[in-house]
């Protein structure tokens, strides 16, 4: 496929008006704030270096996603052993109703893939086919796993209503 | 929207408020793409010159630096354990069962450190077939286990296949095929008076944490796999005959590709001679191992009640038989029992049994083989576990690699086994005594050729390449045809050797019927492996030898060197048979490649002509 690269004003413009998003879809993957920084100043510095290899066909937006989760992941990955429970407190709250901390506590729960894609789909509001580019799997799979994670979220929600009175 | 997904949306746009663009810096991203062009990181200025040096000459020099370089990152993923997620429970009890089944297992398996942990890595289904790719670790080796199931009745046996941890360090490839082109089959069609069986192919293996994409070409499409979980699975579902794959690719998240080395019986045939010394420094006379002889309980007890089933006769009745772990902790154990008959049998186990070669014991004493006796066995396709029994004389064991790799080999109670990559071959596996001398030199054995498959095409035209006139008057033809194979396996070549008496025309030998060899026989064979026929006053050596050795030298018994040069990659010499007097004729052949370099020796001062051998036996 024909390789078109990607201009470097374009990855900027996306940098200043996604950071936030970039920064807290990263933090699901390190645990915190400051190695989820560094992961995006990463990844988007590998994005530059690499951006004659973007090929046009998704969007650039999809690329650099799939630039800052990779990222995010090495970092994890060099933090050692990762507990998905550490994730808990980047998503607490303490005026949420307990539905809600039922819910956090799931998403932390997830494995990282379900997450990602939790986090790209429903903070991001990236669609399935950017959600796929992202995370370097095919579009269905992107399906399968969030049907997966609704799937294990009306358990859990549903669950422990059919055992109270 | 579904009310789950909004509800989702709402707790995370609740619990992970956007701040008003603290931390953003545009100018910080840029200044490390500068520095990461330099080799050289802004932000740990205080380390630069020595950091910048290390890395330019990891990136540089190594393989693995090049792979970080190249953003494929390493295998922490597996070797922190965090690859995939926690498997079912049900995959963990069917896995335990499995294992419990297996009386070996049951013996060895409390030796192990813990009960290993699936972890789940890839779980798709196509054309009808359920794959679940599982991972676990045992000791030192990273293991993928692939169940595929064709109907809810239908379960192909598991296929696992294992890496050892030092491959994973050394990270240089950023995928790792575990086994390659394994076959599943999915059914059968009759065609006239025929069964075809209809199958798929699966390619699996380790990734690095940085591999995106892994697309493997065969002769006639690209397959496109699976990467889930610092891993990769490609599905052939509908694999024609011949079928197979040519190349393997891997990607990372930003469209860069490398290719991916990994073993093809088929096109991986190596010219390379295997390194390593090639010459032994002190024959060792008679093979002892001092314990098995004493009965002593080293190792595990195996009950004798479990070869019970397995006894055709009261001469196959087990006497003794322990189980041993030369590395301890690792799945790989190796049993040696002894029977009635006085055999010993040495088997590599690796939760189960993976084939028994036994040799007479006192024979082995008698007439000092080697000090190694040892086998390979296949661990998916690319790799191979070498194991085996090494003489009491042997202090250490080293594995020459084709690469000019060294690597100890671990060796307790006499037993040792050790895993190698297929990609490394040919290998010889050298034993040393005390004193550092070399006392054994072995080559790895073919296992995957099976030249008695392999016909001279329909009809062929016998080329003679030598014809031998030996001192006693009688003569010898080596001709060569083209053979029949599988277009996979084109190539090779079919001989034949027809020694003639002068006196009757009558033709014997191990060359007639014809004995075919297919193209990557050379990749395994010991570089000199001739045969040696003694027919009436005359004594033949001739074979194949590989396309690197330039010319063959015979050292004979009466002190004469006689040089051969092959043809086509085949030798024939004739000298005079075993006398009495003289009952080695040859004593030593030697091979040299076309710089005049020793590449192979075969040593037969222990040499015992067929005929003596059989005489000797039936003495016993």
């Known amino acids: 496929m024909r390789k078109t690269g990607a201009r470097l004003e374009e990855i900027e413009q996306l940098y200043r008006t996604r950071y936030q998003h970039f920064v807290q879809v990263a933090r699901a993957v390190v645990g915190d704030e400051a190695t989820a920084h560094d992961a995006v100043q990463d990844g988007f510095s590998q994005a530059i270096r690499k951006r004659g290899s973007y090929r046009a066909d998704g969007p650039l937006e999809a690329w650099l996603w799939r630039a800052v989760v990779n990222a995010a992941v090495s970092f994890r990955r060099r933090k050692g052993t990762f507990d998905p429970f550490e994730v808990a407190p980047a998503l607490a709250s303490d005026d949420r109703p307990a539905a809600d901390e039922e819910i956090r506590a799931w998403i932390a729960a997830l494995p990282e893939r379900q997450r990602l894609a939790v986090f790209l789909r429903y903070y991001a509001d990236l669609d399935y086919r950017a959600i796929a580019t992202a995370l370097g799997v095919e579009t269905g799979t992107v399906s399968a796993t969030l049907n997966a994670a609704h799937e294990a979220l009306r358990r859990s929600i549903t669950e422990p209503e059919e055992v109270s009175p | ?620």
Not at chain 2, 14 to 21: Q, S
Not at chain 2, 34 to 63: E, G, Q
Not at chain 2, 578 to 603: L, S
């Open chain 2, 1 to 620: 929207m579904t009310g789950y997904e909004e509800t989702i949306r709402s707790v995370l746009a609740g619990t992970v408020p956007l701040p008003a663009g603290a931390g953003r810096d545009w100018g910080d991203v840029l200044s490390r793409t500068a520095a990461s062009k330099r080799t050289v990181h802004t932000r740990r200025l205080v380390y630069a010159v020595s950091l910048a040096a290390a890395i330019a000459v990891v990136l540089a020099v190594t393989p693995l630096g090049a792979m970080i370089a190249r953003g494929f990152g390493d295998f922490s993923g597996w070797l922190s354990g965090s690859a995939g997620h926690p498997a079912s429970s049900t995959a963990q009890r069917a896995f335990a069962q499995e294992k419990r089944r297996s009386w070996v297992y049951r013996l060895s398996w409390p030796r192990f450190p813990k009960t290993p942990t699936l972890r789940s890595l890839i779980t798709v289904t196509r054309v009808g077939v359920h794959y679940e790719l599982v991972g676990y670790r045992v000791g030192d080796s990273f293991c993928l286990r692939l169940v595929a199931s064709v109907a809810a009745t239908s379960t192909h046996s598991p296929d696992t296949s294992c890496a050892p941890r030092s491959d994973l360090v050394a990270g240089t490839t950023p995928v790792l095929p575990l086994n390659v082109d394994a076959p599943i089959p999915v059914g059968s069609e009759r065609r006239w008076r025929y069964v075809f069986v209809k199958g798929a192919s699966v390619t699996f293996g380790i990734t690095s944490d940085g591999v995106a994409a892994v697309h493997a070409r065969t002769q006639s499409r690209v397959l496109n796999g699976i990467v889930e979980s610092d891993s990769f699975l490609i599905i052939n579902p509908r694999a024609a005959a011949g079928e197979r794959i040519r190349s393997i690719t891997a990607g990372d998240a930003f469209g860069d590709e490398v290719a991916i080395p990994f073993f093809d019986p088929v096109s991986h045939w190596k010219t390379r001679p295997p390194k390593g010394p090639s010459r032994v420094e002190r024959p060792v006379e008679h093979v002892r191992i001092g314990w098995i002889a004493r009965r002593e309980p080293r190792g595990v007890a195996v009950p004798l009640s479990r070869f019970r089933y397995r006894q055709q006769s009261l001469r196959d009745r087990k006497t003794f038989a322990r189980l041993l772990t030369p590395v301890q902790g690792g799945p790989e154990q190796v049993m040696v029992t002894l029977n009635r008959g006085g055999d010993l049998c040495v088997s590599l186990v690796l939760s189960r049994n993976l084939g028994t070669g036994c040799t007479p014991f006192k024979l082995l004493s008698a007439h000092s083989p080697g000090p190694l006796q040892w086998g390979e066995s296949s661990d998916g396709s690319q790799y191979a576990t070498i194991s085996g029994l090494a003489d009491d004389d042997v202090a250490r064991i080293t594995l020459f690699l084709g690469t000019g790799e060294r690597v100890a080999v671990p060796l307790k109670d006499n037993a040792f086994v050790i895993k190698a990559s297929r990609m490394k071959f040919p290998v010889r596996v050298v034993a040393y005594d005390r004193d550092g001398r070399v006392i054994g030199i072995d080559a790895m054995a073919d296992l995957r050729s099976r030249p008695e498959n392999i016909k001279p095409v329909k009809g062929a035209t016998w080329r003679p390449l030598f014809h031998v006139r030996s001192p006693a008057g009688e003569t010898s033809t080596l001709s060569v045809a083209r053979s029949s194979v599988a277009r996979s396996t084109a190539g090779g070549l079919c001989w034949r050797v027809t020694p003639v008496r002068p006196t009757t025309p009558f033709v014997l030998g191990h060359g007639s019927p014809p004995f075919c060899l297919d193209r990557y026989w050379y990749a395994y064979q010991p570089p000199i492996s001739l045969l040696l026929d003694v027919v009436g006053k005359s004594t033949f050596v001739y074979g194949p030898v590989p396309p690197y050795i330039a010319r063959v030298a015979f050292h004979l018994a009466n002190g004469k060197i006689v040089s051969a040069t092959p043809r086509r990659g085949y030798v024939l010499m004739a000298t005079v048979a075993p006398t009495k007097a003289q009952p080695r004729p040859v004593r030593m052949i030697v091979g040299f490649d076309k710089n005049g370099k020793e590449v192979g020796t075969e040593d037969l001062r222990e040499w015992v002509s067929p005929d003596v051998l059989a005489r000797q036996m039936r003495a016993k």
